[in-house]
């Protein structure tokens, strides 16, 4: 903001000297945020010299922050009729107009604002907020002479360079812009932000940044400023058009069709600085003025396309087999490939006649849609037709695409001699799923120059397939959650990673693209984003819309970026192994003779510390048992091992033993993943949204389970062959320093006397902490029943070395009820996969 800028003296030609003094000390209570202070100070000044423009605005101001947009309204327009020219004058009443509900008028205020000072950020901010993408813009002028930046050549890209081409290898990251906090369409739209963390992008050495949708001005800007003045390290934009998917999974619904088309208009108009895109619900709008087009390496259009999708529009065009278009072209294919290649012929036409340029264009792609055969990977009716045969039980309640049904091949799509940039196949390939890429055994043979690859193996497949044409993994890489949704092979699962090992399988995949002879890849991600989901854990994260409020270190989804956006604040999260004192600082909940129990809690995580009372000296129990009272203090178990009559029914129970391990239990009332439910067989074959619980029950502890959850479900191929159901126990703890494993839960530093747990919010069924949202019931189907819990209470019994006998007790006591929150509060840091990032690209 502005304020204040004209100089006091200026205005006090009439006016008593002190007048100035009590002006600015006015103007320094409102920056202090003494806002009743200031509000006096101001109106004393006004009242020694009446009608100072500059004291006007600060009334006005101080009113606005008072909540009266009157007051202030007139104030500011005082101000003005003093001085037609003070641009902070203009904002401030563009603030209060708005505050009264008046936006053409406040939209005229700001403009007059940005007239006076052009660089004024805050008065271009409001603009946005109010939708105003200002006036149209002047007709486009076709260049006479063609333009085509970047092209295709044999299976590489190649970019323009001096007056020839150059091959380049694609070293790219996918960039989402959700923080912490916001919904996915919920963009930053400063130019600091993008150009902070271009700037981090283009040091690691990538030379490609990709976009799924269009996002606000302001990241056109910051890309432009960097690549006209770093031209030798430049930064390439894939840019995506997105698309949800289409009402009865009809393609050619006219009014789906046709939004989808102006998207990709959208987008060609903003790439060559030519877009005034007004406000729209879920999407980025503004003024494009800044023309990206000639480091912009190729367009990749659409999503994920559900194979259900597919296989619906396929049969409902069946004679739909034929594409002739200016630029593309099938000669025979599914309807499914013909739409695409007219898809990408519709935004290449475009493109050609508005602006007069090409570059290269591709859909998105996955394995579940890629053209190979996979023997491992029948139907869901294929596989329930083979266990009737082997006497098994048909699948029944699992939710899971049919990943080897339908097809979408990119060899089919054929350029015409108009189009020169040249075609090529984009996919989104990651190495643990589907289980055909675990299971086909000449994916089990493949060996890289880092050894035994099922992914090498699929990607060779993938090339030869792709010969002669460029293919680009445009998603891959694993992420550094504490949960784990699939099991792969070689231990390159979907999550269960600290970020050290993240970083290394990173690397590993990154070199595996390379060495199987690919176009480049691009990563995902750039930054955790907290709205995402993923299937072991979405049911669980109840209201979903509020999942962007917290942090839920359970699911993979949320945890691919180089950028962490770890919950709290930084200088004040407990750390296992570190500072004490932050452990220290957790509220005691608890305290008896020997032992006192503090508990605390950021977006992230429960935080409890076993505190050896009125001394430093290291913990004296050989084990400690912590039960925790998540919901209703009359439900739950009664009993801990050894400890019976603990007076509170708990949900859960932590076993810290002094030997390291340590595990979390659930009471199997309150275990979502455990059955049998129908659908769910005996054996564990088809279990509910493929979990399964083993039982581990202890019958002089009450009726507790381990936290078991199948992460692979059971299944038969199509030749008969069957593969065994897999899965880990979310429950066991993980003993270390956090500064040597993202994924430490509890930590025992001997020198504080501290023991140091920390448990993720969805480890203890809380589906929504910002709202103290638990879940509350399960029932048979299963139906998952949540609702809001006051508090939890704790019990805590140390055992001893010698018989195990309790030695330290602490019954419960008061509740531990955190303050909700409307705005996480959050911070981040690079992980360690962007430095080996760095270092692989920089190699290169």
Known sequence: MVIAAAPLLLQLVACPQRVAATADSAWQAYRADRIAEAARRFAAADSLCPGLPDVLAGRGFAALRQNAADAAERYFSAALAADSLNADGWYGLGLARMRLGRSAAAIAAFRRALVLAPNYPDARR??????????????????????????????????????????????????????????????????????????????????????????????????????????????????????????????????????????????VDLLHGHAVIPPRPGHAFGRYTVDVSDHVLAVIIGREWEPFTMRRYNEQRPDQTRYAGRFLEVDRGTPADVWM??????????????????????????????????????????????????????????????????????????????????????????????????????????????????????????????????LLIAEYGVPSSRGLAHLQPVGMHHG?????????????????????????????????????????????????ERTRLWFNAMDAEQNYGLMAHYAGAATRTPELGGDPARWRALRVLQSGDSLRLRVGSDEAYLYLALETAGTRRAPAAARYLIGIDTYRSDRGEFRLPGVPGIGIGVEFYIDLPDSGGGRLFVAKTYNPYLGPWPGMGPTGLDPFYNFMCSADAQSDAGAFDSMFVTTNRFRVSRTGRMFPALGVDRGRLRFGRQSESSLADWFVDRAAGLVEVRVPWGLLNVTDPSSRTVLTAVREGPVIFTGPTDGFRFVVAGLSRSDNHVIAWLPAGAKYTWPTWEEPEWHERLKPAYAAMQKLWGSW
């Open 126 to 267: 409001q603009l946005t907020a109010l939708g105003d993408v200002g006036d149209p813009l002047p007709p486009v002028r076709r260049p006479a002479v063609a333009r085509m930046p970047a092209r295709t050549h044999g299976e590489r890209f190649e970019i323009r360079y001096g007056g020839g081409w150059r091959p380049f290898f694609v070293k790219g990251i996918n960039l989402g812009a959700a923080r912490p906090g916001k919904f996915p369409s919920e963009f930053p739209t400063d130019d600091s932000t993008y150009t902070s963390w271009i700037t981090l992008m283009a040091a690691a050495h990538a030379n490609v940044i990709r976009l799924y949708t269009i996002l606000p001005p302001a990241f056109y800007r910051a890309l432009k400023r960097w690549n006209d003045g770093h031209p030798d390290r430049a930064l390439w934009l894939v840019h995506g058009v997105w698309a949800e998917a289409p009402p009865d999974d009809n393609y050619d619904n006219p009014a789906w069709k046709r939004e989808f088309r102006e998207e990709m208009q959208h987008v």
């Open 341 to 470: 290649a007219e898809q990408c012929d519709f935004l290449l036409t475009y493109e050609w006649d508005t602006y007069h340029a090409q570059r290269p264009i591709a859909y998105t792609n996955w394995p579940t849609l890629d053209p190979l055969h996979h023997p491992t990977e029948p139907t869901l009716e294929e596989e329930t037709e083979a266990r009737v045969r082997l006497g098994l039980p048909p699948v029944r309640g699992v939710r899971e695409y049919n990943n080897d049904d339908q097809s979408l091949d990119a060899m089919l799509v054929r350029p015409t001699r108009a189009y020169v940039a040249g075609y090529f196949a984009s996919y989104h390939a990651y190495p643990y799923y589907p289980d055909f890429m675990n299971y086909d055994s000449t994916y089990g043979t493949a060996r890289s120059a880092d050894g035994p690859s099922h992914y090498f193996g699929y990607l060779k497949e993938l090339r030869r397939h792709h010969r002669g044409r460029p």
């Open 496 to 544: 269960g990673h600290d970020e050290h090992a993240m970083a290394a399988i990173d690397v590993r995949l990154t070199r595996e693209i390379r060495e199987a002879g690919l176009a480049g890849g691009i990563l995902f991600a750039w930054i955790d984003e907290w709205f995402k989901h993923n299937w072991v854990v979405i049911d669980l994260e109840v209201p979903i």
